[in-house]
């Protein structure tokens, strides 16, 4: 059975990078994308950046762009989130996803698009 697993979360000071991974398991198919969502407290789940692994292109969020990048290693069957100049509002618990539906080639926007999810990993981003 395909599985995501996320790891590499932790604490940090504004500033700060920290790198998650998505070990991605039991795929016996390509995955068209990846993507890595966020939800902190209270809020509802937002999307970050994703990667369409054909192309190796990337799309990101306009409130993180600049700051985090979106990578995959095909060896490992691993995709990063490589998060630089950390802010308190960046606080969160932070998903990877696969299976969408539909196009791959846009920003992720809508959580339900996603079909497989891993279990989160904590981002806590202190000021």
């Known amino acids: 059975q395909a599985q995501l697993i996320e790891s590499g979360g932790g604490s940090v000071q504004a500033g700060g990078s920290l790198t998650l991974s998505c070990a991605a398991s039991?795929?016996?198919?390509?995955?068209?994308?990846v993507a890595w969502f966020r939800q902190a407290p209270g809020k509802e789940r937002e999307g970050v950046g994703s990667i369409y692994v054909r192309t190796g292109r990337t799309y990101y969020d306009d409130s993180v762009k600049g700051r985090f990048t979106v990578s995959l290693d095909n060896a490992k069957n691993t995709v990063y989130l490589q998060m630089n100049s950390l802010q308190p509002e960046d606080t969160a618990v932070y998903y990877c996803a696969a299976d969408k539906v539909g196009v791959c080639t846009e920003v992720p926007h809508n959580p339900s698009d996603w079909l497989k999810w891993g279990q989160g990993t904590q981002v806590t981003v202190s000021s």
């Open positions: 039991g795929y016996t198919n390509s995955r068209d994308c």
